[in-house]
């Protein structure tokens, strides 16, 4: 089986710096590998905030995540500080995929990439809705 390889930038928009816990960790001892998303959607919410947004609201419309790719590259360890970086990519006219990269604050150390593929939903009328013009125009590269 062919593995996974995603091809992340150099420089990312926003980085955010979250804590390891005991709760993150499975019984080998190290970051869970479900539970790493569950630190990428706290960098997600975080990202979307930081350009004043909420995942409910981008410019009046929600975002659904559709799909995640992973591509693990080290352990990690109870009271780690993760630096998570967050951009926008590939960009279609109902969504885009927000790139991701994990490494440990102080040693650099990568841990993890992904990305995760998200469309723009009214959920109002419960539809797939096209990206908004004005979020595009501040994350697209």
Known sequence: MARV????PEQFP???EIMLY????????HLDNALLLTVVSE???????SFGY???DVEGVGIIVTDAAVQYRSEAFHGEAMVVQMGAADFGSKGCDLLWRMHEQSSQR???RGKTGI???DYAARKVTQVPERFRAR???
């Open 119 to 121: 469309v723009f939903f």
């Open 5 to 8: 390889q995603i091809e992340v």
């Open 54 to 56: 909420t995942e409910l």
């Open 43 to 49: 960098a997600r919410v975080r990202f979307f905030k």
């Open 14 to 16: 926003f980085s955010t």
């Open 139 to 141: 994350l697209e590269r």
């Open 22 to 29: 005991l709760s993150h960790m499975n019984y080998g001892g």
């Open 110 to 112: 990568e841990v993890a």
